[in-house]
Every structure is written in structure tokens, then in C-alpha cells.
């Protein structure tokens, strides 16, 4: 689901009663501008305080994913979540006059219907998708056979393994490329899981005080107590679950696989992800490039992040096309990538794994001077010089570095590179 950001056509307000809290909650969906989020707010509390949807900023993960502070939290997010990741939604201001999301049918139907209503807007920029190119997992201390693990891989795709000794429920198994048509008809009606034997104990806990059999799938003791929507709808709505707890990071592209995992592992993932994002685990696509290095066409020579350890090393690709505007006229008859270029590619790839580290973010990286440089073969339209660059010695803003570009396993160039990272604004004395 790449293509354009999206937001709602208007503003949606939506009652009903809250899950846990058993409190009936007013809850409005207001369309945002690009690029600003998700975000919620308790228009209840003075000041009416907003809070983005990221995982720094969840406070409880108790059957069910609450964000908030220590003074307030919104609990319940997940299946709301769940459709704005199902649907594509990336811009929405949530506002809420209590504690807790209204509960719908407890699956993400009821929030999908709604938002489908009134209509998505297409808005005038890409989204930002964040490519998974590292496995990354998380495990359960208390439950070794409960674990969740992110995966490259093309689209989103998760994988679901629901074990249990209840001989109801017994094993389930699911496994879904989530596009918005699969997530409307196959995940988003699936229901919450509840067991008849535990739900007088949740109701003393404070929990499930809003709940009725009609937005579970309540398992008793020698069979479900209620109709089921779909025979394996418990394995499903985990994947709703999941849906809706990972949309913290925003779009993503991977695979997700899990067995027996809850709120808290799915709360846990998304925090080592996005540790592995500052430090350059995640692939790096060319939105983000251009968030980071002030070059621009034509003069952006990484098209790509291919994986990357800040101020270590750092693997990147970039694209030669026929296009290019130097082919006009460098050898026109038989094009060749200027030497000089490759060399300037390798070290704007060294200054991506310095200006991905919030503090040298708006720096411009200046070359200070180029060593041992050597030209073993011609990168010509159609190759991929792939761009690996180790940083040998930093020191402040000076940074030291061997780099290599590669093509078909052959190597095209190869230098020692030194550069200053500098301010992007023009300091006195600098001719205008």
C-alpha cells in the first residue's frame, strides 16, 4: 500500500461504549494535513493535550495497547489502529472526551464502515513506507514459545501461529498479504477473543466492564457461546491485533511472522524497530534520503539504503539510467559514468551514516580531500553500483573513509575519502 498519503474526506463523531471502562465515549476522526501523523487527544482534560501515535508513547500494553503520560492515556487504540493500517489512513487527528476508544462490534468493522462512509482523501504526497531489510525479533521471557519476528520482504505480509490447550479453540493458523480489500473482507470483522472462565476475574480487575457477547468470541467451557463469523476468527482478529499495534511505526514493508504473541510483544517489536531505524537497520528509500542529504537532482546520487550502521559502515545502490544528464555530454556515442561522480556517490553515502544521527541532522557534509583513488571498470546506463563505504576514523565533524562501488560483484572504484560536516546556513565571512 505505497502510492500517495491519504486522510478523510470530512470529519467523522462517533459514540458508543467503551470496552473496559464500560463508559460511553464521544469520539471524533478530523482530517489532518500531510505528513502529520496519526496523533490523539482528550478534548476532556484542560488544555486538550495531543499526543503522536508512536510506541515511545505507549503507557500499557494489559489487554489492550493505551497511549498517554503519566497525568492521562486513551486505552483501546488497537482496533481503531488496525483500520487506519488496513485502510491506508496516514493523516487524522483522534479526539476523545475520555479514557478509552469506543468499542464498536470489538473488531475494526465498525471503524472501517465508518471511515468508508464518508470517503478517503488522496492526498499530494507519497507515503513514507519504511522497508524491513534486517530481521529483527522479540521473545517472551515468561513464555519461550511466544515470539514475534519482522522480515524482509516485498508488500506486508503476516503470519499468525494461535496455539492453546483449550480444546475448544485448539490451533490456529493465518497467513494474509494485507491489502485494503484483504483486510475489509478476511481481518477486519474478526472479534476479540474472550473466555467465559476469566471474564468475571477481568470484570474485578476494572476490565471488560463494556463488554457483551455480541463483540467476542466468547469460549466456553465445551464450545464457543456465540456465533462465530469465521471458523478460525480468533487467529484472524491476532492479526488484527498486530495490524493495529504495529501502525505505531506508520507504513511498512515486510513480513511479519508471530506465534502466541499479545499487546506487550507487539508493542515491544515496533520500539526495536524503530531502534533499529536510528541506527539504520531499516532500508532507507529515497523520501528519507531526502530528508537527510540536502543534494538534489541531478546531483543525488544514492537511490537507496540497502542497510547501515551510523558511523560504521554503510551499504547503498544507486541507479544509472540512460537518463542521466551527464550522458549528453560525457562520451555520448558511449556513455560512461564520470569517474568523479562514483567517487561523489561513495561519499554521500559516508555522510548518510553521520546524518542519520539526530545530532547532525541539517548538516552538509564538505569534502576535505580524496586518497588512492582507482578506476577498475566503466559504470555505464543499466548498472547498479552498489556503494560500501566503512568509516575508519570520526572525529567531531571530520570523518575518514574507505569506499568501494561495486557492479555484478566487480569492483568499478575504489577510493579513500575525507570530508568536514558543516552547517547548512552560511557562517560570516562566506561569499554570498
Known sequence: MKGFQ????????????????GKMVTMELIPQPVDTGIRFCRVDLPGQPVLPAKPA?????????????????????????????????DNLLVAVDGPEIPLGDGSAHFFVEEILRTGLLVQEKPRK????????????????????????????????????????????????????????????????IAFWREIEALRK?????????????VVGEEGYLNELRYPD??????????LGDLYLLGPLEGEIIAVRSGHKLDFELPLKLEDCLEKGGLGVEINQIKELLPHRYPFLLVDRVIEMEPRKR????????????YFLGHFPERPVMPGVLIIESMAQAAGLTLLVE??????????????????????VPGDQPYLDVELLRVKGNVCYAQGK?????????????????GSAKKTQGEAE
Open 6 to 21: 491519504q486522510t478523510l474526506q470530512n470529519k467523522i463523531a462517533i459514540s458508543g461504549q467503551a470496552l473496559h471502562s
Open 57 to 89: 508513547h505507549v503507557v500499557d500494553t494489559t489487554r489492550s495497547t493505551s497511549l498517554g503520560t503519566k497525568e492521562w492515556r486513551i486505552q483501546t487504540i488497537e482496533h481503531l489502529m488496525a483500520a487506519f493500517h488496513g485502510l491506508g489512513v
Open 129 to 192: 513506507v519504511r522497508k524491513i531489510t534486517t530481521p529483527v525479533w522479540v521473545t517472551d521471557g515468561k513464555d519461550p514459545r511466544a515470539y514475534l519476528v519482522a522480515l524482509p520482504g516485498e508488500g506486508f505480509r503476516v503470519t499468525y501461529c494461535f496455539t492453546s490447550d483449550h480444546k475448544v479453540t485448539g490451533h490456529q493458523f493465518a497467513q494474509y498479504l494485507i491489502t485494503p480489500e484483504t483486510f475489509r473482507e478476511q481481518i477486519a470483522p474478526a472479534r476479540t
Open 205 to 217: 480487575q476494572g476490565l471488560a466492564l463494556g463488554g457483551n457477547m455480541e463483540i467476542a468470541v
Open 233 to 242: 476468527e480468533i487467529v484472524r482478529h491476532k492479526i488484527l491485533d498486530i
Open 314 to 325: 554503510i551499504t547503498a545502490l544507486k541507479n544509472v539510467t540512460n537518463n542521466e544528464e
Open 358 to 379: 539526530k545530532e547532525h541532522r541539517g548538516k552538509i557534509p564538505f569534502f576535505t580531500g580524496i586518497d588512492k583513488a582507482r578506476f577498475r571498470r566503466p559504470v
Open 405 to 421: 562501488a561495486t557492479v555484478d560483484n566487480e569492483i568499478a572504484a575504489e577510493a579513500q575519502l575525507m570530508f568536514v560536516l
